[in-house]
């Protein structure tokens, strides 16, 4: 069993990175997928770093409880984005929910899955308040892909809805990381480093589609700094359910 979980949460953390990172590195080069910069290195560093990285953690410590929960979490924004945008089967966002209950079934430390040793509150209510952003971001999003039309190559590449479901992963994957189980600190820097990442995007790419107004983006840089540095805090009270 445990094999078979390392195994499975592998392929699929390599195959969430690679289904990413390539074509944020080809569109620096490309004119034509030029205008999609701000999609390909959003969902780089948000479904890339989220699901992509915590599932690699989860093969390599599959004791490490924190990232799976961050995956899980991912899982869950993607499936809602999916919803909400009406783009659940043709986006392709259907495997998410299939890959949660996958993984679970197979997870070799089930029990300790559950076993949860209390909340932080501090970065429970960090995830609170990035909560209502996040979800008015990805509400708009998602109500253009559902609303556009084909002749928008970001509806018709599914980047509205998949923007959606990057961004109100953060959030999730912060209610994740407040989680007081083994892995908790490591899910906490995933979590970090992914809203960094989205915020240094939108700065950096500003002018595109779906990037956040700078105001926005610095706020987000800032959650991201203050959650891993009150994660950090917490973890250094409490070193044995934190590690």
Do not use: K
């Not at 899982?75 to 392709?92: C, H, K, P, R």
């Not at 899955?113 to 990035?130: E, H, K, N």
């Not at 700078?214 to 805090?233: D, I, R």
């Amino acid at each position: 069993m445990r094999r078979a979980f390392r195994i499975v949460a592998g392929l699929l953390g390599v195959a969430t990175i690679g289904l990413n990172l390539p074509f944020a590195i080809g569109s620096l080069f490309s004119e034509t997928d030029a205008i999609h910069r701000f999609h390909f290195f959003s969902g780089t560093v948000g479904y890339g770093v989220l699901l992509g990285v915590s599932l690699l953690v989860c093969a390599w410590r599959p004791e490490a409880v924190g990232p799976f929960w961050v995956a899980v979490s991912a899982g869950v924004a993607a499936t809602l984005a999916g919803i909400v945008s009406g783009d659940f089967i043709s986006g392709v966002w259907f495997p998410a929910p299939i890959a949660i209950v996958v993984l679970l079934l197979l997870h070799p430390a089930r029990p300790a899955v559950f076993d949860i040793a209390g909340v932080d509150v501090g970065a429970a209510i960090l995830a609170l308040v990035a909560l209502v952003p996040a979800s008015a971001y990805a509400l708009t999003q998602a109500e253009l892909q559902r609303n556009g039309v084909s002749a928008d190559p970001h509806v018709d590449f599914h980047h509205y809805s998949g923007a959606a479901a990057y961004v109100f992963a953060v959030p999730l994957a912060g209610f994740a990381g407040a989680l007081r189980v083994p892995g908790r600190r490591i899910a906490a820097w995933i979590v970090g480093v992914a809203a960094a990442g989205l915020a240094i995007s939108s700065l950096a790419l500003s002018d595109y589609v779906s990037a956040f107004d700078p105001l926005w983006a610095w706020l987000l840089l800032g959650w991201a700094v203050v959650y891993v540095a009150e994660e950090e805090l917490t973890a250094r009270r409490e070193p044995v359910p934190a590690t």
